[in-house]
């Protein structure tokens, strides 16, 4: 029978694609397979840099470095900055023909370390035959022989950004080696400050809003799936937090003589928090769920799927079970608000313990927001949740007067740091062609994630410059970042070189 031209059609539409990204795929393994010490040696040379983000003279150099590494692959690259900022790195790469801009963002600035505490020095980039943990040892990679994909590079941001940025320029070397076209124009933003707080983000992408604009942000960050899976997130929880204090007497009192007659600090704080938080984790400030959307049916069926890795999360650090609602999972868990109380500080304890009623009792809480809050609000029910239990609230300690004058009194400190949550919809196009897309790059499933349950600074893309983005990792989950002996699985970097050039490849059309 012969073919209907609707057949012909969508026979073409849905093969040529995947013709062309197994041709992305397979140049990206040949160029690496022929350039594994060349490549090996730029990210050698990128990891000897100290990147301390609190050390401007080292995060310019670096800066220096990339806009270099971008132009030796013929982009149009230069330094960003904005107000106070640490430099950016901006490059762009126009193809001819292509009607979606996509932008690869990933920050060069690093953790500061204490070489005290590193089984090799952090600026000392190192190959090892394994993880240091397992026994690995020191070994001669520039033999001209294939590199172990299990062999290990130690140093700081070996993981955690500066080997995704040689992997995304490095798929632009492959493909061109290849005679294969960008299917779309690339950008790179490339961050300095992201590890101190990216206090700057909004004021940089305000100042440079036309030069960023994009149809798509990819954020080559963070580790692959805990089970080894291929990961895509598309959301961030925000992040604030607070220091409340209880003040009672002026000083320390005898516990038998005080005991019923002074205020005790400890014990109204307890009752402050009870007030606050539920034994489940329910949040009991009124208002404080207001505006907050239910998961969507699209994030629900992905948590279904194997989102999260749900046993792993909840009983490798030892939990009997997901502390919020009865029943619930970890994904569950993570899509709604938290308050969590992140330390307790009256008296002393064990030796320390006196018979006397401390003069203060002071909490650390943490909020943990999800779209529909915002920080000024939280901060608005907070402190009329306090004032409702009876307390003057005060940002310094009180005076004299006060304490005469008031029964209870509360200092709040809120923390000048922090950020709203940001999402990506799972059912946007660009996330379903995304998911597609790093699907062909792997015979693993891809972990399509809702929200992280942690935070990042990622909601002024959303805000200054009104675009989706998803995180799309790379690096193993086992690579310690943030901590001594950060490390790099060298394998990782061979699959992040084709998953990049596969995302570069395609020209992002549905």
Known sequence: MRPTLIAVLTTVFWVSPVLALDEAMEAADAFRQAHEEQILEEVFDFLALPNNAAD???IVVNARHIVAMLEARGAEARILEAGGSLPAV???????????????YAHYDGQP????????????????????????????????ESIDPDWRIYARSSSDDKSPIVALLTAIDA????????GVNIKFFFEGEEEAGSANMHTMLEAHRDLLAADFWVLADGPVDPRGDPRIVLGVRGVTSMQLTVHGASRDLHSGHYGNVAPNPGARLAHLIASMRAPDGRVLIDGFYDGVPSPSDAALVLIESGAYDEDGLVSEPGIAGVEWGQGATYGEAVMVPALNILGLQSGGVGDATRNAIPSTATAAIGFRMVPGQSIPRIREQVTAHVQSEGYLILDRPPTAEERLAHPRIAEIHWSTSGYPAAVTEADHPDVVRLTDLVAATSDRPVRVVPILGGSLPLAPIVDVLDVP?????MVNPDNSQHAPDENLRVGHLWDGIRLYAVLMADDWED
């Open 56 to 58: 401007r003279d080292d």
């Open 90 to 104: 901006y490059g762009e790469i126009l193809t001819p023909g292509a009607t979606r801009t996509v932008m690869f």
């Open 113 to 144: 370390t204490d070489p005290a505490n590193w089984t090799y020095p952090p600026f000392e980039p190192v190959m090892l035959s394994g993880r240091i943990d397992a026994g690995g040892e020191p070994v001669n990679w520039r033999t001209g």
């Open 175 to 182: 493909l061109r080696a290849a005679d294969i076209p960008l």
């Open 469 to 473: 983005f998803a995180i799309v990792p």
